[in-house]
């Protein structure tokens, strides 16, 4: 389903959340009041309006209630942001994503209209101590709650030539085999059966504990 977004700010945060919304097809404009930066964007983002965010009646001139997500991706003034996000919900804002850089700042835009906010640094920083923590073999990482995740890891030691039933993965490990990633491929929900090979990773589902302990 094709999203329409606003993305307000061109810094890195808003430049590669826009290209990303681009590549999946949706509908992005895109509010930039650095005009350098815009015209950078210019053959990205067909929709590209040069203007001043927290001027009440600019924002209003865009119809911030027609999109389905509003992204404040302001980074160089928290002011400024907190500015955007307040006015972006009281225009009506259907969903509204702000970056912050500090816990106080996560807190303020929460509490001021923000539905979600995007600690950008501390969240790649998380990620990276967990890959290169847990061992060797963990690829990328995605949290769901404190204690569970999705890992790519590297195929366990002993598990080539063998079936997922065999390896007794759940019952034995606690994860689950979400799916297996052969070069550029994915293949996901395996069947019980499905004998691992050589070169191969998996996405698997389990506890932090329960991972790491697999992937020594």
Known sequence: MIKSVLIIGLGRFGRHMAMKFVEQGNDVMAVELNEERADEMAPVIRNL??????????????????????????????????????????????????????????????????????????????????????????????????????????????????????????????VIVLAIKRGQRLFPMPHPDYVFAEGETLMVMGSHKDIKELAK
């Open 49 to 174: 309006q040069i203007g001043d965010a927290t001027n009440e009646d600019f924002l209003r001139s865009l119809g911030v209630g027609n999109f389905d997500i509003c992204v404040v991706g302001v980074g160089d003034s928290f002011q400024t942001a907190l500015e955007i996000t307040v006015l972006l919900k009281d225009l009506g804002a259907q969903y509204v994503v702000a970056r912050a850089t500090r816990d106080i700042y996560k807190k303020l835009l929460l509490r001021n209209g923000a539905d979600h906010v995007v600690y950008a640094e501390r969240e790649v920083a998380e990620r990276l101590a967990v890959r290169y923590g847990t061992g060797s073999s963990v690829f990328d990482y995605v949290e769901l709650t404190p204690e569970y995740g999705i890992y790519e890891i590297g195929l366990p030691e002993g598990w080539e030539g063998h079936s997922i039933l065999e390896k007794e993965v759940r019952t034995r490990h606690h």
